[in-house]
T-cell receptor, first 113, second 113 residues
């Protein structure tokens, strides 16, 4: 089973700052998803990246899939308190004829007003 | 659609008791997943079903855990007997395809004393 390492584990910043969180693996994923989870709720999908080198933008959030499809990053510009939450990356893993999504442990982001 | 529905939202039980968690997936979704989330281990896949058939249960911790999906609109995760180390938030998720977006329920917070 492949492992996804997310960093940093915790991040506390002031409103208006920029930040980047990372998702790394030593193995290749066929695709990678980013989720955000707010306290007391389940994760909600933000984006899926499929192609190596792909960049997707969602308002102030920019997602990038590494060229080798082993890593990904999420950059937030001018963070707002509403961005607070747990950010999870999940890689699509194939094992023989089966497969599943492997989740990282997440980056817990706190944006203070 | 109401989304994925889980019950109960909170469960407090004593060690040794049987616990049953319930999930109603989104109608039309062929895949159903059960996850467990803790601070230490993050989000762990326990088991997933495709068209009501268990496909991969390698994440089920031990024989005390069992899951069933008697029909397309209902699944249960049972722990018998429960132990304090089973305390966690248990999520159910469903999706149209194995690699598609997973829609998570609100989770069941289980506390075993």
């Amino acid at each position: 089973t492949q492992l996804l390492e997310q960093s940093p584990q915790f991040l506390s910043i002031q409103e208006g700052e920029n930040l980047t969180v990372y998702c790394n693996s030593s193995s290749v994923f066929s695709s990678l998803q980013w989720y955000r989870q707010e306290p007391g709720e389940g994760p909600v999908l933000l984006v899926t990246v499929v192609t190596g080198g792909e960049v997707k933008k969602l308002k102030r959030l920019t997602f990038q899939f590494g060229d080798a499809r082993k890593d990904s990053s999420l950059h937030i510009t001018a963070a707002q308190p509403g961005d607070t939450g747990l950010y999870l990356c999940a890689g699509a893993e194939l094992v023989g004829s089966q497969g599943n999504l492997i989740f990282g442990k997440g980056t817990k982001l706190s944006v203070k007003p | 659609d109401a989304g994925v529905i889980q019950s109960p939202r909170h469960e407090v039980t004593e060690m040794g008791q049987e616990v049953t968690l319930r999930c109603k997936p989104i109608s039309g979704h062929d895949y159903l997943f059960w996850y467990r989330q803790t601070m230490m281990r993050g989000l762990e896949l326990l088991i997933y079903f495709n068209n009501n058939v268990p496909i991969d249960d390698s994440g089920m911790p031990e024989d005390r855990f069992s899951a069933k999906m008697p029909n397309a609109s209902f699944s249960t995760l049972k722990i018998q007997p429960s132990e304090p180390r089973d305390s966690a938030v248990y999520f159910c998720a469903s999706s149209l395809d194995l690699w598609a977006q997973q829609y998570f329920g609100p989770g069941t917070r289980l506390t075993v004393t």
